[in-house]
């Protein structure tokens, strides 16, 4: 395993092309993020999306909302200074705690009125999915919103070892860690819609994947008005979002490869946004691009439900 002074040091070498980073990363053996702060490896036997069959509506469907438990944690705390009742967090599973989270002083007010509104939208997806799943859905996992933001930051060469980042510090580091979500949440509903059997379903996740993609949006926007520096920082979170997630470079910054234009919808040649299967947000969220492991980074014990593994 390559050290993190290694680690960030490849990655803020100022020679180095988006592609090269994400080259060199995944060279590394960043597949090991493991080091810089996933904790839970291995899992016995195979998980769900794995079966024959294909997972089930239900499966998917508590898969996404694990995925909102954070969201909605994240901007519950930055804008209101407080995350979801137990009764918004109950369910099958064991239920875990939140590590970390506070409110934001923010500064600026369209920003301040940015998280209000993103964050309700997610408090509304989350009641959104436990009244669809009903007694099938899946209690909150244990979400951790300090560590992992700090061990997100130090593989991306955000910052040094030894040092913090903390999201709910100020309105740019703010926008930086919805930056880390947004992006991942659209991904997410677009990989699983042809897994969703149920016409009924599938029309309620495209139309939580639209409200996500609106998100991205906004938040790519503020980011990208702040200027080449903190375009910079958001080009090596999307480096790293790709080294862990396979081979395949997906993921786009806020310029095209560093350049001067905008690039605020991350898409194909035909303008179709990509998508990346569960074990792929797995890899993102657990902060670690190998196989066979089910817990760290953002999640420290894992997901509740069968897609947990990637």
Do not use: C, W
Request: proline residues 3%; hydrophobic residues 45%.
């Amino acid at each position: 395993m390559f050290g993190k002074a290694l680690v960030n040091d490849m990655i803020t070498r100022s020679s180095e092309t988006a592609h090269d980073r994400r080259s060199m990363l995944r060279g590394a053996g960043l597949l090991g993020l493991g080091a810089l702060g996933a904790t839970a490896l291995g899992a016995a036997g195979a998980s769900a999306a794995n079966a024959a069959d294909g997972p089930s509506d239900a499966t998917v469907l508590n898969f996404a909302l694990n995925l909102e438990y954070l969201e909605a944690e994240f901007y519950s705390y930055a804008a209101f200074g407080h995350g979801l009742t137990q009764s918004m967090a109950d369910g099958n599973g064991k239920m875990g705690g939140v590590t970390g989270g506070r409110k934001v002083l923010f500064k600026d007010r369209a920003v301040r009125q940015y998280a209000e509104e993103i964050a309700k939208d997610e408090l509304a997806h989350v009641a959104f999915l436990r009244t669809a799943l009903g007694g099938a859905k899946v209690s909150r996992p244990a979400i951790d919103l300090k560590a992992s933001f700090t061990a997100a930051a130090v593989a991306a060469g955000v910052i040094k070892q030894g040092e913090t980042f903390d999201p709910f510090a100020n309105d740019v580091n703010f926008l930086l860690g919805a930056f880390i979500f947004e992006d991942v949440g659209v991904t997410a509903y677009k990989g699983a819609a042809p897994l969703i059997s149920n016409k009924t379903y599938l029309e309620a996740a495209a139309g939580i994947l639209a409200v996500e993609a609106y998100h991205a949006g906004i938040v790519r926007s503020a980011l990208f008005e702040l200027g080449a520096d903190v375009q910079g920082i958001a080009q090596k979170i999307s480096d790293v979002r790709d080294a862990v997630d396979g081979s395949t470079d997906l993921d786009q910054g806020l310029t095209p490869d560093g350049g001067a234009s905008a690039n605020i919808v991350p898409a194909d040649g035909d303008a179709i946004a990509y998508g990346r299967t569960p074990q792929q947000v797995l890899n993102i969220v657990y902060l670690n691009g190998a196989a066979g492991v089910s817990g760290g980074g953002f999640y420290p014990q894992g997901l509740n439900g069968d897609l947990r593994t990637t």
